[in-house]
């Protein structure tokens, strides 16, 4: 068996819908298929958390654009047929659910609320798929996928999902199961999620307890580039990568892939694809286990809309293991991402993705013991394999707010 997944942009419209179903269809193994919420319903259901959380009526007014937008899909799939039982009823519970009274955890909240993309996403393909004569079942991964109670960056259970994804995901009674990332459950069935973009992450999860022969990513590039095409100029393609290899990327921010994804499919020894569903035809980037030394360009990553938070004691004690372990460890504490780190004799230096209301909880907190210099909207730039005359080109009439370098790669923190 396989496992597919398709993120947001794959199923953004009805005839993107279509699309991946053909993709699915012409495959004849057995696949579990992990399909993310449509277009950019995340980032607006983000919105609703929002304003259902403070209370405002806007919450209606938003959850009205959510509607409307899967309607126009919905239409565009099953005419005049309509609305589909299973979505309708979904739709249902998240008008009861912004009825009610919000808990106090804003995090619950979100993880609460959120899932409803991937929920509507994933029926509506589904039925589909059914009606259009592609038998498949629906599976809420809730059901299946376990974790802690650490709401908007939960943790797996891996030994209790283990036992429930092979037995919920038996290919007794279908070829084809559609579900959804990014979200599993706590013991009293309360819904979590594994962090923004988390939908590969569930796919790994998938192939590894499953024992795929493949896990495959579908995106809207011919596989993994060198740099992000939209944003860089004479990207060039690149053919295969060693798990390490992808773990860098991903953990320096490049978004084609999850970085918690590699782990569960290096230990099981399963290849990963990044493949274009636009042209499916095409073998994509394999990512896999090499032995061997290959030769890689320069890859580019950038990671835009990062703050550099400069934290200095007041009374000009030096920065200390002690410092360090009390500022991660808030950070850690408040979800907050810390992309790179450096310290000098009375300075500590955090790179962060941090909102505006991120950064006034954390000045609040932090400045009763330091003064705190701030700067928002730097682009980190990670460089693998870079070269000077790379480094050179790089940094040509930008600001550089913060650098470092090791053997392999080169991270500078600059304003464009």
């Given at each position: 068996?396989?496992?597919?997944?398709?993120?947001?942009?794959?199923?953004?419209?009805?005839?993107?819908?279509?699309?991946?179903?053909?993709?699915?269809?012409?495959?004849?193994?057995?696949?579990?298929?992990?399909?993310?919420?449509?277009?950019?319903?995340?980032?607006?259901?983000?919105?609703?958390?929002?304003?259902?959380?403070?209370?405002?009526?806007?919450?209606?007014?938003?959850?009205k654009q959510f509607r409307d937008y899967h309607m126009e899909v919905i239409e565009g799939l099953f005419g005049e047929k309509g609305m589909p039982q299973?979505?309708?009823?979904?739709?249902?519970?998240?008008?009861?659910?912004?009825?009610?009274?919000?808990?106090?955890?804003?995090?619950?909240?979100?993880?609460?609320?959120?899932?409803?993309?991937?929920?509507?996403?994933?029926?509506?393909?589904?039925?589909?798929?059914?009606?259009?004569?592609?038998?498949?079942?629906?599976?809420?991964?809730?059901?299946?996928?376990?974790?802690?109670?650490?709401?908007?960056?939960?943790?797996?259970?891996?030994?209790?999902?283990?036992?429930?994804?092979?037995?919920?995901?038996?290919?007794?009674?279908?070829?084809?199961?559609?579900?959804?990332?990014?979200?599993?459950?706590?013991?009293?069935?309360?819904?979590?999620?594994?962090?923004?973009?988390?939908?590969?992450?569930?796919?790994?999860?998938?192939?590894?307890?499953?024992?795929?022969?493949?896990?495959s990513i579908w995106k809207d590039v011919p596989g993994i580039m060198s740099a992000d095409p939209k944003k860089m100029k004479d990207s060039v393609f690149?053919?295969?990568?060693?798990?390490?290899?992808?773990?860098?990327?991903?953990?320096?921010?490049?978004?084609?892939?999850?970085?918690?994804?590699?782990?569960?499919?290096?230990?099981?020894?399963?290849?990963?694809?990044?493949?274009?569903?636009?042209?499916?035809?095409?073998?994509?980037?394999?990512?896999?286990?090499?032995?061997?030394?290959?030769?890689?360009?320069?890859?580019?990553?950038?990671?835009?809309?990062?703050?550099?938070?400069?934290?200095?004691?007041?009374?000009?004690?030096?920065?200390?293991?002690?410092?360090?372990?009390?500022?991660?460890?808030?950070?850690?504490?408040?979800?907050?991402?810390?992309?790179?780190?450096?310290?000098?004799?009375?300075?500590?230096?955090?790179?962060?993705?941090?909102?505006?209301?991120?950064?006034?909880?954390?000045?609040?907190?932090?400045?009763?013991?330091?003064?705190?210099?701030?700067?928002?909207?730097?682009?980190?730039?990670?460089?693998?394999?870079?070269?000077?005359?790379?480094?050179?080109?790089?940094?040509?009439?930008?600001?550089?707010?913060?650098?470092?370098?090791?053997r392999l790669t080169a991270r500078m923190l600059i304003k464009e």
């Amino acid at each position: 068996m396989k496992v597919f997944k398709f993120g947001g942009a794959s199923v953004k419209s009805a005839g993107a819908v279509r699309n991946v179903c053909g993709i699915i269809q012409r495959e004849p193994e057995q696949l579990a298929v992990v399909i993310s919420a449509m277009g950019n319903s995340t980032n607006l259901l983000e919105t609703l958390v929002r304003a259902y959380y403070d209370q405002s009526e806007r919450k209606w007014e938003i959850a009205k654009q959510f509607r409307d937008y899967h309607m126009e899909v919905i239409e565009g799939l099953f005419g005049e047929k309509g609305m589909p039982q299973g979505v309708y009823e979904l739709f249902t519970e998240l008008e009861h659910k912004l009825k009610t009274r919000p808990a106090y955890d804003y995090n619950f909240e979100y993880d609460q609320i959120i899932c409803y993309g991937e929920l509507i996403s994933t029926r509506i393909v589904s039925d589909y798929m059914n009606a259009a004569g592609q038998p498949n079942k629906w599976m809420d991964v809730r059901s299946s996928l376990k974790t802690n109670d650490t709401y908007r960056d939960a943790k797996v259970d891996w030994e209790w999902t283990d036992e429930l994804v092979k037995e919920d995901f038996n290919f007794s009674d279908t070829q084809v199961y559609i579900t959804q990332g990014f979200m599993g459950s706590t013991s009293t069935n309360m819904t979590t999620t594994l962090g923004r973009e988390g939908s590969d992450f569930t796919a790994a999860i998938l192939g590894s307890v499953l024992e795929a022969e493949s896990v495959s990513i579908w995106k809207d590039v011919p596989g993994i580039m060198s740099a992000d095409p939209k944003k860089m100029k004479d990207s060039v393609f690149i053919s295969e990568l060693s798990y390490k290899e992808a773990v860098e990327m991903t953990h320096s921010g490049a978004k084609v892939i999850h970085p918690k994804t590699m782990q569960p499919l290096h230990n099981k020894g399963i290849p990963l694809l990044v493949r274009s569903f636009v042209s499916p035809d095409d073998p994509g980037t394999v990512i896999h286990k090499i032995d061997h030394r290959i030769e890689l360009p320069p890859i580019f990553i950038l990671k835009e809309n990062q703050v550099l938070i400069t934290l200095s004691a007041k009374d000009f004690s030096i920065i200390s293991i002690n410092d360090i372990d009390r500022v991660v460890n808030f950070l850690i504490g408040k979800l907050i991402k810390v992309t790179l780190m450096q310290q000098s004799a009375i300075d500590l230096n955090i790179v962060a993705d941090a909102t505006d209301e991120d950064l006034e909880e954390v000045f609040g907190e932090l400045s009763e013991h330091y003064k705190i210099r701030y700067n928002t909207g730097l682009t980190l730039v990670t460089i693998r394999h870079y070269t000077e005359d790379v480094l050179d080109w790089m940094v040509k009439e930008k600001d550089i707010y913060l650098e470092q370098h090791s053997r392999l790669t080169a991270r500078m923190l600059i304003k464009e």
